[in-house]
């Protein structure tokens, strides 16, 4: 068995949820190919919907009619986050400054992820927000006047410093976000392609209060890289496999995951680069790779932070040892990753061992296949069906269907490669 041939991949769920977002504030049509098929963004364009923005689609392709600088109209219901925490946590910034009132909510999972690390900054711009058990959904926001906030990050996150943007945008003065490490930086690539006014230097990123409403896109969102992992992750392990991604997102804060790939000796090419409204783009090339350990650092951790459950995988067959520290926030991510990961794999017979903040591997191990404990978690369910490509016995997952929130359809694009 190999896996070989070339495949496109859907549009990266990041850049999509922004993508609904910040077209919302244009004062015009805008038309978003490509858009991220799975349950999180529809739940974003649900939520948004509801607030009175009108989208649909045409022929595959997503129209979002722009309502300028204050388009949100009181929802009838409250906003259910389902299992998207990029839903609530930037909702939570866009709708901060508007006259709503407005309670999220979200599936079992969501509502024991934090909140409180984007609800009080928000607070000290002014919104009126208050949360179950101070920390957790559901939450309540009653949109009022906001003034605009100097703040430093406690740790990198994409998703904070993008809420506090947003709510920026609406803000009087300027708001800017200092943040300890380098993290996904769509937020600001999109919002200066649609002609806000922001600066990043550094790690330090200012955004302007909206004088006038965005500018509407027509925009082809690249394929999800943190999908693509899981496909190059596939064709390294499996031997004689050559597989083409097409149109792949290599946004370098995205991309540490290509770099740790090389570190362990993997053979990637990448070709044909290209740039649209802001955002990286290229065709990778992955052929199966004799793979050894590596060390990843607490600093490589924000742009990895997804893959991180593939490096776990990678280095069961890898030779020697491979750490991960400084990774303590995938334990609230859907699951418990560091657990997650850890317990499948050692079921399985990897040399496998938890760290409060990680792990470690010693490699490489046979896996043995059999039962999967996904955690209703899309990132370990996909991981493991990766995993028993090169196990003993195939993997049965307890949640298969979990894997809908961001790539319907994986499972069959993975079994269309094999040859």
Not at 16 to 24: G, I, N, Q
Not at 113 to 118: E, Y
Not at 177 to 186: G, M
Request: glycine fraction near 10%; include cysteine; proline fraction near 6%.
């Amino acid at each position: 068995m190999a896996l070989l041939g070339e495949i496109r991949l859907p549009g990266d769920k990041s850049i999509s949820h922004r993508a609904l977002m910040f077209t919302a504030l244009s004062d015009g049509l805008s038309r978003l190919e490509n858009l991220n098929p799975g349950a999180d963004v529809v739940t974003t364009q649900r939520a948004l919907i509801n607030c009175g923005i009108h989208i649909e689609e045409k022929h595959g392709v997503i129209h979002v009619q722009g309502g300028g600088l204050r388009p949100f109209k009181q929802p009838d219901l409250g906003l259910d986050c389902g299992n998207s925490g990029t839903t609530a946590r930037l909702m939570m910034g866009l709708l901060a400054a508007h006259p709503i009132h407005v309670q999220f909510t979200g599936d079992q999972s969501l509502s024991k992820r934090p909140m409180d690390r984007v609800f009080r900054p928000l607070q000290q711009m002014g919104a009126n927000i208050s949360a179950n058990k101070r920390t957790y959904l559901p939450v309540m926001l009653s949109g009022r006047e906001l003034w605009a906030l100097d703040y430093q990050l406690p740790y990198a996150s994409a998703q904070v410093k993008s809420a506090i943007l947003l709510a920026g945008l609406h803000a009087k003065g300027q708001t800017t976000v200092k943040s300890p490490a380098f993290s996904r930086d769509h937020t600001e690539q999109m919002l200066k392609a649609m002609g806000a006014r922001i600066k990043v230097k550094g790690r330090e990123v200012t955004v302007h209060q909206l004088t006038k409403p965005l500018k509407p896109i027509d925009f082809v969102i690249p394929g999800d890289f943190s999908a693509a992992a899981f496909f190059i992750a596939a064709a390294l392990l499996v031997p004689d496999s050559d597989v083409i991604l097409r149109g792949v997102g290599i946004n370098p804060t995205r991309t540490a995951f290509l770099k740790a790939v090389k570190e362990m000796g993997g053979k990637l090419t990448v070709a044909n680069k290209a740039k649209h409204s802001g955002e990286a783009i290229a065709d990778i090339r992955i052929r199966a790779s004799q793979l050894k350990g590596i060390q990843v650092y607490p600093e490589q951790i924000p742009n990895l932070i997804d893959e991180l459950p593939l490096i776990a995988l990678l280095a069961t067959q890898a030779e020697g040892e491979t750490v991960v520290t400084g990774a303590e926030e995938l334990r609230v991510k859907e699951s418990d990753r560091i657990a997650a990961i850890v317990t499948n794999l050692s079921a399985w017979g990897a040399k496998i061992f938890e760290r409060p903040d990680g792990f470690h591997v010693e490699g490489p191990t046979p896996l043995k296949g059999g039962k999967v404990k996904t955690y209703h978690d899309h990132r370990i369910a996909m991981t493991l069906g990766v995993a028993g490509l090169i196990s003993k016995s195939p993997a049965t997952l307890d949640d298969p269907d979990c894997v809908n929130v961001s790539y319907p359809g994986f499972f069959d694009e993975l079994r269309g490669l094999i040859s």
